[in-house]
């Protein structure tokens, strides 16, 4: 039997190839979701089964205490279907979490790698709950890095503190006052800090680990690094066995007085 060959138009071959065109794409992608779906998502090989915590800190080793927070049910969830995005952001809510890095290891497991926040500070006394690090964020002391014992206090300050997690706008000038000592001026060392005033700081220091001497030095707020400047640059006069004065003022531009 000779078949007859069918004879189209323009425009029919057209419609054909693009219904061809159309069919086939449909198809790679089917399988192509199909193929992922079975590799990935639906692949009980990738199901979560463990949860790894890396940090320095507190968050060292707190595994349950993340998966509560990230709500991960081990065992009945696939690593694939893990929204890492939204899991960061919840993680990102604790106030003593500066950054994390989350990320599947295959087969099983999901890593977390935080980064804590480090208390620079306390509010109110030393025995106080309430800590802030570099940035003026109020953490909870008891859920972050192990605090010195020689941690500087700042006192005074005649304002409500944040809840935890938010910043302490008040106290900025002040915890600026810290870190220049930790990085520029590491020779100085503060107690406390009275920060009742807005535009100078009243505070307590030892300098070069010499725990005998307890100095008071007043600071102004503006140009605190030229002020520290000045204040180091006068530290040896003040040494001197014969002065025994111990408030310095540095609120008189150019000048260091002694009281």
Known sequence: MKLTPINLSRRGKIILGAAILVLGSAAIVFFSWFSYYELFPGNIRFTLRHVEV???????????????????????????????????????????????????????????TITERIPRALLGNPKSPFVLDSNAVVIHRDKCVKIDGNLPVIQYFRAPIPAFGNRFERLKPSVDLIMLTITDFPEIRIGSINAANTDYL??????????????????????????LTHLKAAMPNVLNPSE??????????????LK
């Open 54 to 112: 890396n940090s320095r800190g507190w968050w060292k080793g707190k595994t349950a205490y993340v998966a509560a927070i990230a709500d991960l049910k081990k065992g009945a969830t696939g690593l694939f279907q893990l929204d890492l995005a939204e899991i960061r952001s919840r993680l990102l809510r604790e106030p003593s979490i500066e950054d994390v890095i989350v990320a599947r290891k295959l087969p099983d497991t999901l890593t977390f």
């Open 202 to 227: 009243l505070f307590s220091m030892y300098y070069q680990n010499d725990f005998t001497k307890l100095y008071r030095v007043y600071l102004p707020v503006k140009e605190m690094k030229a002020g």
């Open 244 to 257: 025994t004065r111990r408030t310095i003022d540095l609120r008189y531009e150019g000048r260091v007085t």
